[in-house]
T-cell receptor
Framework: AQKITQTQPGMFVQEKEAVTLDCTYD???????LFWYKQPSSGEMIFLIY??????QNATEGRYSLNFQKARKSANLVISASQLGDSAMYFC?????????????FGGGTRLMVKP | GAVVSQHPSWVICKSGTSVKIECRSL??????MFWYRQFPKQSLMLMAT?????????EQGVEKDKFLINHASLTLSTLTVTSAHPEDSSFYIC????????????FGPGTRLTVL
């Protein structure tokens, strides 16, 4: 079974509007972390936001917020006030356990295209 | 934030040659680094976990004799693609997490390997 699922291969959003990128995960480990990364066409992976499984509040970082619904095992990324520079691939990832040596497992990604 | 570098950023080689890719953590120490591979329009797939001073842990299906990993110091891990073939052409990305920092993992800028 897929550990991380991103069901939207591609998304369009109008500039200045908000967009939600879906991510669901599967784990039996009570301690885990969820990450979102942005990958522009240049290829580098840019960290956006992190949510720990024990965090009580949804994570926010500037225009990025994470809609964490633990019971539903979803961790959707919300980008507010979209900008043209937000056009990129977005990956959701999970690390099981809290050890720094635990690897990230990535979802298939969502390509976001912001329309002017 | 923490910086991870990779060298070279782009390499083109003939089939049968070996290619070494370096991953360096520039301002932190990393006992563990990770090597990922990304095919065009696909997600990142973990190849191996590189452990300083010990053998790397390879994911299922990754040939350890084909992809040699050496973690010689706390700031350097190398991936050598031995006897490269065209099917090894891919985008290789390393990552590391600074101990004691926030939970994000920092990625290198990636190395694009093209085998002719």
């Amino acid at each position: 079974a897929q550990k991380i699922t991103q069901t939207q291969p591609g998304m369009f959003v109008q500039e200045k509007e908000a967009v939600t990128l879906d991510c669901t995960y599967d784990t039996s480990d009570p301690s885990y972390g969820l990450f979102w990364y942005k990958q522009p066409s240049s290829g580098e992976m840019i960290f956006l936001i992190y949510q720990g499984s024990y965090d009580q509040q949804n994570a926010t970082e500037g225009r990025y917020s994470l809609n964490f619904q633990k019971a539903r095992k979803s961790a959707n990324l919300v980008i507010s006030a979209s900008q043209l520079g937000d056009s990129a691939m977005y990956f959701c990832a999970m690390r099981e356990g809290h050890n720094a040596g635990n690897m990230l497992t990535f979802g298939g990604g969502t390509r976001l295209m912001v329309k002017p | 934030g923490a910086v991870v570098s990779q060298h070279p950023s782009w390499v083109i080689c003939k089939s049968g040659t070996s290619v070494k890719i370096e991953c360096r953590s520039l301002d932190f120490q990393a006992t563990t680094m990770f090597w990922y591979r990304q095919f065009p329009k696909q997600s990142l797939m973990l190849m191996a976990t590189s452990n300083e001073g010990s053998k790397a842990t390879y994911e299922q299906g990754v040939e350890k004799d084909k992809f040699l990993i050496n973690h010689a110091s706390l700031t350097l891990s190398t991936l050598t693609v031995t006897s490269a073939h065209p099917e090894d052409s891919s985008f290789y990305i390393c990552s590391a997490r600074p101990s004691g920092s926030r939970n994000e993992q920092f990625f290198g800028p990636g190395t694009r390997l093209t085998v002719l």
